[in-house]
C-alpha cells in the first residue's frame, strides 16, 4: 500500500505550542490531485499516529483513517534525484510497474511520486518528501486472518521555492515523528542523544533449512533500515559459537541480541550470557530477541501467542518488527543441574515420547516441520515406557508445602563466583566499527543485497544504502573475526571455564541429597515427563497453554504409562490446539504448576532433551528463575 499527499501551497497552518507533547505534534493539509479531482487532507501527527481525514468541499470530514503509532516503524526525507536515470534506483519505484509519461502527473498509481518526479525533476523540483513506514493489522476478508501490511505515506512538501525551504519542513515533520516514536521506547533502547542504540545479530547459516542468510537479508534489514535500527552482524562458524562468543565479549554497546535461526542458537545465547562473570549487571541490560528460522521455533511462536502477534502469515516479518519494538519484557528461566554441569534453558526439559520424536526424528530431517508429525505417529504405534521417580515442588502452595518454605527456599537464590576471567581479553583487538573495515570486506554485503530478486529491490530504496547506518561483521569466507583474532586463543579461554561454576547459583539441596521431605513424588512407569515454560514447544505445538513468560512456574506435563492407545493418540492431535490437555488431572495425565522438580531415570538409557537438544542421560533438577532475562515482545 501507498499513499501519496501534497502539501498545498497555500496552506502553512501548523501548530507550535508550547507543551512538550504539543510542540512535537504537526498538522497541515495536504492535497492528492487525482484524475477525477483534487481532494484536500488534513494530516495531523501525534502520539496517536498519523491521522489523515479528506475535507469535503463544504469543509467538513468525509473520510478519517489513523495509521497508529505502534504501527509506524520509522521514516526518511528525501530529494528525487533529477536524472530519470538515478531514478531508476529511486524509492517506491516498483519496477513492474509502467511509468506514467510527463503528461500523466496527475495521476497517482500505487508508486505514483516517482512516474510524477520523473517529469517534475527534469524541470527543476524542489520539493522534499518525507517517507513513513508503517505495518498495520489487516484482514483480507472475514474468514481470512490478520496479518501485517506494509505501508508507506508519502507526503511531498512544495510550499516553498527552494528545495532547502521545503526540506526544512519536512525534517520538521521527520523529528516530530521521531520525537513521538522515542517516546514508545524503553530506555534502555535510546542512547543519552537520543538514537537508536545498536543491536547485535548472531545468525546460524545451518538453522533449519539453512536460509537463514537470505531470510535476514531479504526480510529483515529492510525493517532494520526503515526504523532506523543499527546493528553488527555476526554470523556463526560451528556449533558453540554464539555460547563462547556470548560468554567472552564486551557488549556494553548493544542493547539486543538478535538470534537469527532456531531455538538452539537462542539456548547457546542465553548459556553464553550466564557463563559471565558479569552476568547479573548484563542480564538486566540486554534484551534479547529470535527471528524464526529453525525447525522449531517455540519461542518465536510463544511470544507472538502471548501478544496476539500474527505468526502464520508471516513470521519473520512479525519477529522483525517484535525485535525493533523498542518494547522488552522479562523472562523466566529454568537452571538445570545435571550431574556433571549446569545448563540454563528456556524453553523445555523432556524425558520420553517427545524427547525421542525430537532427537530420532533428525534422521528424516528433509521433511521439514511434518518430521514431527511423521515420528510421533511411529513412536505411537511402537509405544515405549520408562521407568523412574519424579518429585517436584509445587508452585502453590498446599497444606502439606506450607508458603514460608517455599519462599525460604527460593529466596536462596545467590550469584555464584566468577568463572570467566578471560571476559573480554582479546574484544579490544577484535571490535571494529564498520568504519575500519576495508571495502572488499564489504563486498559480501553488497552482493548480498545486489542479488536479491526484483520485487525486493522495489522496497530497499536506494536512499537507503546510500544513508545505511549499518556496519557489517562477517564471519563468511574470509572472516573478518578470523583476521582479528586467534581462534585458538578464543576457544581455549572458552573451554578452561567450562567446568566452572557460574550463572545464578541454586536453591537446592544437591543432586546426590534426597529432596526435601516437603516435595511430592511421582514414580513408576511413563510415557513422558516434558517440563515447559512457554506456551509453544514448536509453531504448531501449543503445549502449555496457560504459561506466560514471567509466570515462575514451570508446567510439568507427566503421562502414566497405562495410559490405552486412543487416550494417547488424542492427546497428541490435540496438542497443535493446545486442548489436549485435561481440566482436572487423572490417573494417566497430570499437569502440574511447579518452582522445581527432580528427575531420576530408573533406566540405564534413554534420551532427554533441553531446549530440544540432547544433553547426557541420568538424573538432574531444575529451579525457575523467576524474570531473570528479558525479550523483545511486540508493540
Ligand atoms: N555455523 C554452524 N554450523 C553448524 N552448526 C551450527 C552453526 N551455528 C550453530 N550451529 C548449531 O546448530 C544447532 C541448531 O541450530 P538452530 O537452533 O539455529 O536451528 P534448528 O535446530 O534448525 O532449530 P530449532 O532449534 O528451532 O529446532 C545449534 O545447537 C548450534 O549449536
Known amino acids: 500500500m501507498h499513499k501519496s499527499l501534497e502539501r498545498s501551497r497555500s496552506s502553512v497552518s501548523s501548530t507550535p505550542t508550547n507543551a512538550p507533547e504539543e510542540r512535537h505534534s504537526v498538522s497541515d493539509t495536504f492535497y492528492t490531485s487525482q484524475r477525477k479531482g483534487s481532494h484536500v487532507f488534513r494530516v495531523r501527527l501525534d502520539e496517536t499516529g498519523f491521522t489523515l481525514e479528506r475535507e469535503s468541499p463544504s469543509g467538513g470530514t468525509v473520510k478519517g483513517q489513523t495509521v497508529k503509532i505502534c504501527d509506524i516503524v520509522g521514516a526518511r526525507c528525501v530529494r528525487l534525484k533529477k536524472s530519470s536515470r ?106 543519552p542523544d537520543a538514537k537508536r542504540r545498536r543491536v547485535l545479530v548472531l545468525l546460524n547459516p545451518k538453522s533449519g533449512a539453512g536460509n537463514a542468510r537470505e531470510v535476514f537479508n531479504l526480510q529483515v534489514v529492510p525493517v532494520l533500515n526503515e526504523s532506523e535500527v543499527p546493528y553488527d552482524l555476526f554470523v556463526t562458524k560451528h556449533s558453540n559459537y554464539a555460547l563462547e562468543f556470548m560468554g567472552t565479549r564486551r557488549l556494553e554497546d548493544w542493547c539486543t541480541i538478535i538470534a537469527v535461526g532456531g531455538d538452539g542458537l537462542f539456548h547457546e545465547i542465553i548459556n553464553g550470557l550466564l557463563r559471565r562473570e558479569d552476568w547479573a549487571k548484563v542480564m538486566p ?112 502452595p498446599t497444606a502439606e508445602q506450607p508458603a514460608a518454605k517455599q519462599s525460604e527456599e527460593l529466596s536462596r537464590l545467590q550469584s555464584s563466583r566468577s568463572c570467566n576471567l578471560h571476559l573480554d581479553k582479546l574484544a579490544s583487538d577484535s571490535y571494529r566499527r564498520s568504519s575500519d573495515l576495508l571495502p572488499q570486506e564489504f563486498e559480501d554485503v553488497i552482493s548480498l543485497e545486489t542479488s536479491i530478486n526484483q520485487s525486493f529491490r522495489s522496497r530497499c530504496d536506494s536512499w537507503l544504502s546510500g544513508g545505511s547506518r549499518r556496519s557489517c561483521y562477517y564471519s563468511i569466507s574470509e572472516s573478518i573475526y578470523h583476521s582479528l583474532a586467534d581462534e585458538s586463543e578464543f576457544t581455549q579461554a572458552a573451554n578452561s571455564d567450562q567446568e566452572l561454576q557460574y550463572g545464578p547459583g541454586s536453591s537446592l539441596p544437591p543432586l546426590d541429597e534426597p529432596v526435601p521431605d516437603h516435595w511430592q513424588v511421582e514414580q513408576g512407569e511413563f510415557i513422558m515427563m516434558h517440563a515447559i515454560y512457554q506456551t509453544h514447544l514448536g509453531i504448531d505445538c501449543h503445549f502449555a497453554p496457560k504459561a506466560l513468560l514471567n509466570d515462575g512456574k514451570i508446567y510439568l506435563i507427566l503421562i502414566r504409562g497405562g495410559i490405552s492407545r486412543p487416550h494417547l493418540l488424542s492427546f497428541l492431535y490435540n496438542m497443535s490446539t493446545g486442548t489436549h490437555l485435561p481440566e482436572k488431572n487423572n490417573e494417566f495425565v497430570k499437569v502440574l504448576p511447579v518452582r522445581a522438580f527432580r528427575l531420576e531415570p530408573h533406566d540405564n538409557q534413554g534420551i532427554i532433551t533441553i531446549d530440544g537438544e540432547r544433553v547426557e542421560f541420568g538424573p538432574l533438577q531444575a529451579e525457575i528463575l523467576p524474570g531473570i532475562a528479558r525479550v523483545m515482545v511486540p508493540k
Open 86 to 191: 538515478s531514478l531508476a534506483g529511486c524509492a517506491c519505484v516498483n519496477p513492474g510497474t509502467p511509468r506514467a509519461t510527463g503528461g500523466k502527473r496527475n495521476t497517482p498509481s500505487k508508486c505514483s511520486i516517482a512516474s510524477r518526479e520523473e517529469y517534475a525533476c527534469n524541470g527543476g523540483d524542489a520539493s522534499a518528501y518525507l517517507y513513513l513506514f508503517a505495518y498495520v493489522l489487516k484482514k483480507k476478508s472475514f474468514r481470512s486472518s490478520v496479518h501485517r501490511e506494509r505501508t508507506v505515506l508519502t507526503l511531498r512538501f512544495r510550499s516553498f521555492d527552494s528545495f532547502e525551504d521545503n526540506m526544512k519542513e519536512a525534517e520538521r515533520w521527520y523529528r516530530a515523528l521521531c520525537w513521538q516514536l522515542q517516546r514508545t521506547l524503553e530506555p534502555i533502547f535510546v542512547t
Open 285 to 396: 541490560a540486554i534484551s534479547l530477541g529470535i527471528i524464526p528460522c529453525g525447525s522449531g521455533n517455540g519461542l518465536a511462536r510463544s511470544i507472538a501467542h502471548g501478544y496476539n502477534e500474527p505468526y502464520f502469515s508471516n513470521p519473520v516479518l512479525g519477529a522483525s518488527l517484535t525485535v525493533i519494538s523498542g518494547r522488552s519484557s522479562p523472562m523466566d528461566m529454568v537452571r538445570v543441574q545435571l550431574q556433571e554441569r549446569v545448563m540454563y534453558s528456556f524453553l523445555s526439559i523432556g524425558w520420553g515420547l517427545i524427547s525421542d520424536v525430537d532427537i530420532e526424528s533428525e534422521c528424516i530431517r528433509m521433511f521439514g516441520y511434518q518430521r514431527f508429525t511423521i515420528w510421533t505417529l511411529y513412536r505411537w504405534a511402537n509405544l515405549r515406557t520408562y521407568n523412574g521417580r519424579i518429585s517436584y515442588l509445587l508452585a502453590e
